[in-house]
C-alpha cells in the first residue's frame, strides 16, 4: 500500500517508494529467505536509488564519536524507533552499494549468483569478490567513516557554533547591560564624591577665613618699626 497524492513530504516520492517495494519483492522471489533483514531493506534502498538517504550519515556526530556497527547488529536498527531506523536504512544502503561497488562491471550479478548456489552470503562474497564476509565488513565501515566521519564532523560542529552562538549572545547582552549600569553608577559615585570633596573645601576655607584673630592697631608703623624706628621717635641731632 502506497501513499496517495495528499500525503504529506515525509511520505517521499510514491515512485521512488514504489521501486523499493518492488525490489523488495524481486529479492525474495529470487532468493527466498536467505537475504538478512540489513541487506533486505539495503538492496531495496539501493535499487530504488535512495541516495537521498545518505543526508542522515553526512550529519551524524556518532560516526566520529562511536564505532559503526557490524553487519549483524545493523537489523536491530529497524526496531528502535523512527530516528534510529533512518540510521539503519542509510548504513544497510551504504553497505550494499559498497558491495555492488567491488565489481564495476558486474556490480551484485555474480554474488546473487553464487548465493543462491551455495546457500552462504559468506562463501558468495569470497567467490565473487575474493575476500571474507568479516573482511569486506571491516572494509565497509572504514570506507564509510572516512567518507562521512569528517562531514558529520564539521556539520555537528558548525551547529554546536550556532548553538553556542545563541546561548552566549544573550549572556553577552546581559552582561554588556550589567556592565554599563555598573560604569553609570560608578560615574554618578564619582560626582558625587567629587561634590562632597569641594563642598568639603569650601567648608574649610569659609572656616579658616571666620576664625582668623584680628590684629589690633595701636598707632604703630610696622614698616617704620622694621627700618629702626617708630612712628613716635623724635629726630636725633
Same mark, same amino acid.
Given at each position: 500500500?502506497?501513499?496517495?497524492?495528499?500525503?504529506? #513530504?515525509?511520505?517521499?516520492?510514491?515512485?521512488?517508494?514504489?521501486?523499493?517495494?518492488?525490489?523488495?519483492?524481486?529479492?525474495?522471489? %529470487?532468493?527466498?529467505?536467505?537475504?538478512?533483514?540489513?541487506?533486505?531493506?539495503?538492496?531495496?534502498?539501493?535499487?530504488?536509488?535512495?541516495?537521498?538517504?545518505?543526508?542522515?550519515?553526512?550529519?551524524?556526530?556518532?560516526?566520529?564519536?562511536?564505532?559503526?556497527?557490524?553487519?549483524?547488529?545493523?537489523?536491530?536498527?529497524?526496531? #528502535?524507533?523512527?530516528?534510529?531506523? #533512518?540510521?539503519?536504512?542509510?548504513?544497510?544502503?551504504?553497505?550494499?552499494?559498497?558491495?555492488?561497488?567491488?565489481?564495476?562491471?558486474?556490480?551484485?550479478?555474480?554474488?546473487?549468483?553464487?548465493?543462491?548456489?551455495? #546457500?552462504?552470503?559468506?562463501?558468495?562474497?569470497?567467490?565473487?569478490?575474493?575476500?571474507?564476509?568479516?573482511?569486506?565488513?571491516?572494509?565497509?565501515?572504514?570506507? %564509510?567513516?572516512?567518507?562521512?566521519?569528517?562531514?558529520?564532523?564539521?556539520?555537528?560542529?558548525?551547529?554546536?557554533?550556532?548553538?553556542?552562538?545563541?546561548?552566549?549572545?544573550?549572556?553577552?547582552?546581559?552582561?554588556?547591560?550589567?556592565?554599563?549600569?555598573?560604569?553609570?553608577?560608578?560615574?554618578?559615585?564619582?560626582?558625587?564624591?567629587?561634590?562632597?570633596?569641594?563642598?568639603?573645601?569650601?567648608?574649610?576655607?569659609?572656616?579658616?577665613?571666620?576664625?582668623?584673630?584680628?590684629?589690633?592697631?595701636?598707632?604703630?608703623?610696622?614698616?617704620?618699626?622694621?627700618?629702626?624706628?617708630?612712628?613716635?621717635?623724635?629726630?636725633?641731632?
Amino acid at each position: 500500500m502506497l501513499h496517495g497524492r495528499d500525503a504529506g #513530504g515525509r511520505a517521499g516520492d510514491p515512485l521512488v517508494t514504489l521501486r523499493h517495494e518492488l525490489a523488495h519483492l524481486a529479492l525474495h522471489e %529470487t532468493m527466498g529467505d536467505l537475504p538478512p533483514r540489513w541487506f533486505d531493506e539495503g538492496y531495496a534502498s539501493y535499487a530504488a536509488g535512495e541516495w537521498g538517504r545518505d543526508e542522515i550519515l553526512e550529519t551524524s556526530y556518532a560516526l566520529v564519536l562511536r564505532r559503526l556497527p557490524s553487519l549483524d547488529s545493523l537489523d536491530t536498527y529497524f526496531d #528502535g524507533g523512527e530516528d534510529r531506523a #533512518g540510521k539503519g536504512y542509510a548504513l544497510a544502503q551504504r553497505a550494499v552499494s559498497e558491495l555492488a561497488a567491488l565489481d564495476e562491471r558486474r556490480g551484485l550479478a555474480l554474488f546473487f549468483q553464487y548465493w543462491k548456489e551455495t #546457500g552462504s552470503m559468506d562463501k558468495a562474497v569470497r567467490t565473487a569478490y575474493g575476500l571474507t564476509l568479516a573482511d569486506f565488513d571491516l572494509r565497509w565501515r572504514e570506507r %564509510t567513516r572516512r567518507r562521512y566521519g569528517a562531514l558529520a564532523f564539521t556539520a555537528d560542529f558548525a551547529l554546536l557554533g550556532v548553538l553556542g552562538g545563541l546561548t552566549l549572545v544573550p549572556l553577552w547582552l546581559v552582561r554588556r547591560r550589567r556592565d554599563r549600569q555598573r560604569l553609570a553608577a560608578m560615574r554618578a559615585a564619582d560626582e558625587v564624591s567629587e561634590r562632597l570633596a569641594r563642598e568639603s573645601m569650601l567648608a574649610e576655607l569659609l572656616a579658616e577665613t571666620t576664625d582668623a584673630p584680628e590684629v589690633p592697631n595701636d598707632g604703630r608703623d610696622p614698616e617704620r618699626e622694621r627700618a629702626g624706628g617708630t612712628s613716635n621717635d623724635a629726630p636725633t641731632a
